[in-house]
């Protein structure tokens, strides 16, 4: 008997750690409390023992050898749907749960709440709904952390239950066996040009691992561990992101030997043909706490993450961290209610437009686990509550780490569904238009020495000419001049290739509100070095047809050239004016000159000394490209400046 008593302490104590139980024994029987016979009491007892140990497969094997023969021990039932509930075997769980409301419907709350739990994480809306209304009104004069819950879960089975009728007609494919496979898949990453899916792998042992998959010959071919240093033997690395440009991998990695906390952010560069040594961002980002999920801005200049760190709303929050002056990362700052409940939120994904936000959510309203959710900004830069992206994205089985392409029409996404490889596989699908973000463009480049053909470690710099706000800066790659620049689409952009050493690169793209012509621009960026002779064209500098009156979309590259001036105070330089061939000669000519003079005019406003500058307009006389094509004839119509001298003031 004191063996039993034993077993029963050592059960009662199972209970109360795991905030399964909340026992009303008093309204029980005896035959309801105790086994009928020798072989369940014994078959009890070694349940306790193994549960003792958390050992929860040897103490349902216990409890279900024991129902078998003993069915009408509820106390056992109830202990056995609580492990199954643990161990997420929701069928198993709701099966045992319904039998011991039939059984004994006043035995404990924790059955009505176990029950609706396990019936809502298998999509059973209605049958969950009426069991948690049940344990509501059981605990109706009690407040504690599990009513709460299952008020957020009664939530959410109003939200399916008039949900469910407005699924989208959305083809949901597998991406393969190629990338996925049994174990878990999940962060799906692209880069810009789609050529290649970076994603995280979790293997049985639990070490999460960073892996890649090449789009060739119209396939994904098989995934292999990325090359480099990121991927180690012994520590998870995962959870991840890669900047616009394919240059710079921020990863999650777990209990390194440098870590913070238990995991921490971590980046590396690509390095030409293989990851780079991974560095730990350290402080302010990572902290004793707990940081994982980074997502990147297109600009680079906002890295997003989740952590469960002081400050928060509960559990694990989204935070942000912007980039300073110095290169330094400044304190995160909390993403607000808009996005983060007393509940979890994970996976931020930030697309290229800058403004679209994506995550994971089981704090808002959806089908059960963790939903995907979006989250917008309104005319004024405020961010919206978010939306749930619905049926059939999401449903009762878990959603994680959605990513969009750059035109926003296709979506990327980790879930449990029917049929796949394994545990989460990564999914892709079209997107219905309410659940698109702006389309983006992106222009890609190399920068070099226009006489020696090198690589430039030059800077980048995109300009929105509607609201003139600067919406990226970076530099090159340090290695072969290359670069990548997202563009909206729906406005106007300066783009800027900037080195105090060489005259400025200018160009402009109008962008229209769809990507009808196409989504990617490739340039050769050329940069000639400041010397007497050399010349650059100001591709943003805009008149009125067949006017002279500087538009104000001009403003970035007037300014680009003050302060090149500025900045080079013995250089003098000649601004010229053309035209097409449009008209007749002499009245090109006069236009030629008055553009020409407009700009000269603006730089004497800004204070340049008159005689750092000359003026002259070449009118239809020098044209760069063939004046049969209108294509041509806009490349003819330009404003250039030249320098004709270095040694002013000497």
């Not at 059984?103 to 609706?116: E, N, Q, V």
Request: glycine share 8%.
């Amino acid at each position: 008997m004191l063996r039993y008593l034993h077993c029963m302490r050592l059960f009662f104590l199972f209970c109360l750690f795991y905030n399964s139980l909340s026992f009303f024994c008093s309204k029980l029987g005896a035959q309801q409390l105790n086994p009928s016979t020798s072989k369940s009491k014994k078959l009890f007892e070694e349940a306790a023992r193994f549960l003792s140990r958390n050992d929860f497969t040897n103490a349902t094997i216990r409890l279900e050898q024991l129902l078998n023969d003993d069915s009408l021990f509820i106390t056992a039932r109830q202990q056995l749907a609580d492990i199954y509930l643990r161990q997420k075997e929701f069928e198993q769980a709701a099966k045992h749960y319904e039998m011991v409301s039939k059984l004994a419907s006043d035995l404990t709350p924790s059955t009505w709440f176990g029950l609706g739990e396990s019936l809502l994480n298998l999509g059973a809306y209605a049958a969950s709904k009426q069991a948690l209304t049940t344990y509501l009104s059981k605990v109706s004069t009690q407040t504690n952390q599990r009513k709460a819950i299952a008020q957020k879960y009664l939530a959410d089975c109003n939200f399916s239950l008039s949900e469910r009728k407005n699924t989208q007609l959305l083809n949901i494919h597998n991406m393969g066996a190629s990338i996925n496979s049994a174990d878990d898949e999940y962060f799906p990453m692209l880069t810009a040009d789609r050529s290649s899916i970076i994603f995280t792998r979790q293997k049985k042992g639990g070490l999460e691992y960073i892996y890649v998959s090449q789009y060739q010959d119209s396939a994904w071919k098989q995934a292999l561990p990325i090359p480099g240093k990121v991927n180690t033997e012994s520590y998870s690395e995962g959870a991840h992101c890669i900047s616009p440009d394919g240059r710079y991998l921020f990863f999650t990695g777990c209990n390194k030997p440098d870590g913070k906390g238990s995991c921490d952010i971590y980046i590396s560069h690509w390095e030409g043909s293989a990851w780079g040594i991974p560095h730990n961002l350290g402080s302010p980002i990572n902290t004793g706490s707990w940081e994982a999920q980074p997502a990147i801005s297109p600009d680079g200049n906002t890295l997003y993450f989740v952590s469960n760190r002081k400050g928060g709303f509960g559990g694990n929050d989204i935070w942000y961290s912007t980039l300073q002056q110095d290169g330094s990362w400044g304190v995160p700052q909390n993403m607000g209610d808009k996005v983060n409940t007393s509940f979890d939120e994970s996976t931020p994904f930030i697309h290229a437009d800058n403004e679209t936000l994506y995550f994971a959510s089981n704090g808002w309203p959806g089908f059960g686990n963790k939903d995907l959710f979006i989250s917008k900004l309104d005319h004024e830069g405020n961010r919206l509550s978010p939306v749930n992206m619905g049926t059939p994205i999401n449903d009762h089985l878990e959603q994680r780490a959605l990513t969009v392409s750059l035109d926003g029409s296709t979506a990327y996404f980790a879930a449990e569904r029917p049929g796949g490889k394994g545990g989460l596989d990564i999914y892709t699908c079209l997107l219905t238009e309410h659940l698109r973000p702006t389309a983006v463009a992106y222009v890609k480049g190399r920068v070099f020495d226009k006489t020696t053909g090198n690589a430039v470690k030059a800077a980048v710099k995109l300009t929105d000419l509607k609201n003139k706000k600067r919406t990226f800066y970076s530099e090159v790659d340090y290695l072969d001049g290359t670069f990548l620049v997202p563009l909206p689409v729906g406005s106007e952009y300066a783009l800027h290739v900037l080195h105090p050493e060489y005259l400025f690169y200018s160009q402009h793209f109008a962008l229209a509100d769809t990507l009808t012509e196409k989504d990617i621009y490739a340039v050769k960026v050329g940069l000639e070095r400041i010397s007497s002779g050399r010349s650059a064209i100001l591709n943003n500098i805009f008149f009125p047809t067949n006017g002279y009156e500087l538009l104000p979309t001009s403003e970035s590259d007037l300014m680009e050239l003050f302060q090149l001036l500025q900045h080079n105070k013995h250089i003098r330089i000649e601004i010229t004016g053309h035209t097409d061939n449009t008209g007749s000669a002499q009245a090109n000519q006069v236009l030629s000159e008055k553009r020409a003079l407009a700009v000269y005019a603006y730089l004497l406003s800004k204070g340049i000394d008159k005689t750092r500058l000359a003026y002259k307009g070449y009118g239809q006389n020098n044209p760069i490209a063939d004046n049969t094509t209108e294509k041509g004839k806009q490349q003819n119509r330009r404003t250039e400046f030249k320098i004709i001298a270095t040694d002013y003031g000497k």
